[in-house]
């Protein structure tokens, strides 16, 4: 599930990343061959009313050459492809990037650091060609990965431990029962003993007494003379 999750937010970067690297790419290459690229696309439209792809091929190929003359213009042009590209590139960090964002945040995978550091990377004017949302997306998988790698471990762990000391704490508890249960035995067998020989010893008392006044009884009478 978490490849699954992991692999579809690298996706959408790497589109996004390549979204804004077409877009200035191609209007760089505006600017720089003002007349190469506009005699081409207005040569390719043209032809192709004609002649279909054919038409496009060919009607490009040849109004794209007669129209590098006009690559003089590019010291106009180009300023204001970059700065048009920069106008593209920053309205997709404003809505792409910031849903890549909160899709990052809504999966707790979203790090300020990593996260301002790839958006200043995308602002930064000629750096829309590096993928900075790509890298920022990668490096917040792979810290929540070894989060999740340490978290599952640190689990395993305290688990192992808990069934442990669980095991530990029910023998104490049994060798506690035994032992209580064999003092209490020993104590009734001790108790059981000292009243049998106190028994004993009231038997022997009472004998004795008796045996006595038998023998007062029968002793003879002497009687002295005067």
């Known amino acids: 599930m978490h490849a699954v999750r992991n692999t579809l937010l690298i996706l959408f970067a790497i589109l996004l990343d390549l979204l804004q ?3 200035s790419a191609g209007l760089f290459f505006m600017g720089a061959f003002p007349g190469t690229v506009g005699g081409a696309t ?4 043209l032809g192709a009313k004609v002649a279909g792809q054919i038409g496009c091929a060919i009607g490009g190929a040849v109004a794209g050459v007669a129209g590098t003359a006009l690559n003089a213009a590019a010291a106009a042009t180009l300023p204001f492809a970059i700065g048009l590209g920069f106008a593209v590139n920053f309205c997709l960090d404003v809505t792409l990037g910031l849903v890549l964002t909160a899709f990052l945040i809504w999966l707790g995978m979203y790090y300020k650091g990593i996260g301002i550091t790839g958006f200043i990377v995308e ?7 590096v993928p900075g ?5 990668i490096a917040c998988v792979v810290r929540k990965t070894a989060e999740e790698k340490l978290l599952a471990s640190s689990s395993g762990g305290l688990f192992t431990t808990f069934i442990t000391a669980g095991v530990a ?15 209490r035995r020993a104590r009734g067998i001790d108790m059981f003993a000292q009243e049998e020989q106190v028994s004993r010893d009231s038997e022997k ?13 029968i002793r003879p009478k002497t009687s002295y003379a005067a």
């Open 42 to 45: 207005g040569g390719c439209i």
């Open 123 to 129: 602002l930064v004017p000629g750096l829309a060609i």
């Open 205 to 217: 008392k009472q004998f004795v007494s008796t045996e006595l006044k038998n023998i007062d009884g």
């Open 169 to 183: 704490g029910a023998g104490t508890f049994a060798t506690f029962a035994i032992n209580q249960g064999t003092a």
């Open 21 to 23: 690297a077409g877009i």
């Open 133 to 137: 949302w790509t890298a920022m997306t």
